[in-house]
């Protein structure tokens, strides 16, 4: 089985349209699980091209002040990691965009590593970003979902040595995650986009995988700028924060406006 296959075929349809993928990233559950999936269907019909759903988790890495408040807000609304699964089945039987989940390695090695695989893949997930397992406990770690055709996106960070760099992008799957700054996520601190067309540039010859780029991406003219020079524009907290404090219907459709103003500011290269 081919690992994240309906990535591949994301990323061809995108590259067809001479364009950067959007890639959007919400919190399951956040603040209920019909909430989430109104989302999901408003992201799909605003271009959103792939979404990172991420599973709720008390103690996240990488995880800014927006995407723990939303984490928070699933617990406390009583989302377990099994609830997450099922929102990205009904998902997908929804007809939305290709899900990948977000989530880090205790929950999942609490959950069981080979049942998340295929939990995963029956909920038709095509990947899994894991960001606090490091490149060389991978070969450990990724067996199950890679038997699952499951992809895994790996991050490589402002400070990774260029070698080092190399070696994750080779031992990623689907894509390559570039995270834009050092920090933890969030809509407040700028994207570096120098160093992110830099990285993009000395990655090339690494790997065949689609390049994107996250963290602080917030703004149209911040998608257009990385837009023009990566594979992938992933935009999550300043997605969160604009339906923040809404639900149902009227999240959906602050989600969805936000969306299509990221969509249409994708440049055509």
Known sequence: MIAGAGLD??????????????IAYVVAGDPDPQTTLAVLDALTAAGVDIIELGIPYGDPLADGPTIAAAGQRALEG????????EIAAQGRARGCAPILFFTYLNPID????ERFARAARDAGAVGAIVPD????????FAPPLRAAGLA???LIAPTTPPARAERIAAASTGFVYLVSRLGVTGARREPDVAWAADAVTRLR??????LTVGFGISTPAQVAAV???????????????????????????KAGRYAASLRGALPVK
Do not use: H, W
């Open 133 to 140: 397992v490091p490149l060389e406990e991978l070969d450990a």
């Open 78 to 85: 009583g989302m377990k990691f099994a609830d997450s699964l």
């Open 227 to 253: 837009g023009a020079v990566a594979d992938g524009v992933i935009v999550g907290s300043a997605l969160i924060d604009a339906y923040a404090g809404s639900r149902g219907e009227e999240a959906a459709r």
């Open 205 to 210: 010859p690494a790997t065949d995988l689609p």
């Open 152 to 154: 895994i996106p790996l």
């Open 9 to 22: 075929a994301a990323f061809a349809r995108v590259r067809g349209e001479r364009r950067a993928a959007l």
């Open 110 to 113: 609490r959950f069981g590593a």
